[in-house]
């Protein structure tokens, strides 16, 4: 637990670098795509260091409603729903990429963008029915 701790202090401080850097960066005049992507990963190791930082920090506090939130997580019925919403969005998800590729043919957007969406939405659809088989075979 203290290890995962000083990990995560370790990330928020290698975050907070990399945002002075992107600082002194656009100080310095660099390329903006420079700058940008300090800034990302960045905020994105603070961000990542302080939640887990904090999670760690609930669990010592309240180590009961912790594993009780964890069994509650991992419950079947839990666990059947969040799977339920997942295919959902799955499919909404799908959709939507294909209203995209419709859309950029109607704006007359280069043909790559209309191909990479439907790339995406074959793939998707190769990947469902690749799981289907696979589960029908486990069950």
């Keep these: 637990m203290k290890g995962k701790k000083r990990l995560y202090m370790v ?23 420079f700058g940008g992507m300090l800034t990302g990963v960045g905020s994105g190791l603070l961000a990542m260091g302080f ?41 909404a998800l799908q959709w939507g990429v294909m209203a995209a590729a419709w859309l950029s043919i109607g704006l007359g957007a280069p043909l790559w963008v209309t191909l990479a969406a439907v790339g995406i939405f074959l793939g998707k659809c190769v990947l469902e029915l690749c799981l289907m088989v696979r589960y029908q075979r486990e069950m």
């Design 11 to 33: 990330l928020m401080g290698v975050g907070l670098v990399l945002l002075l850097g992107a600082f002194l960066a656009w100080k310095l005049s660099a390329p903006d795509g």
């Design 51 to 91: 939640a887990n930082w904090k999670m760690l920090r609930w669990a010592e506090q309240d180590p009961v409603q912790m594993r009780r939130d964890e069994i509650a997580a991992n419950d079947e019925r839990t666990v059947a729903i969040r799977r339920r919403a997942q295919a959902v969005s799955g499919e």
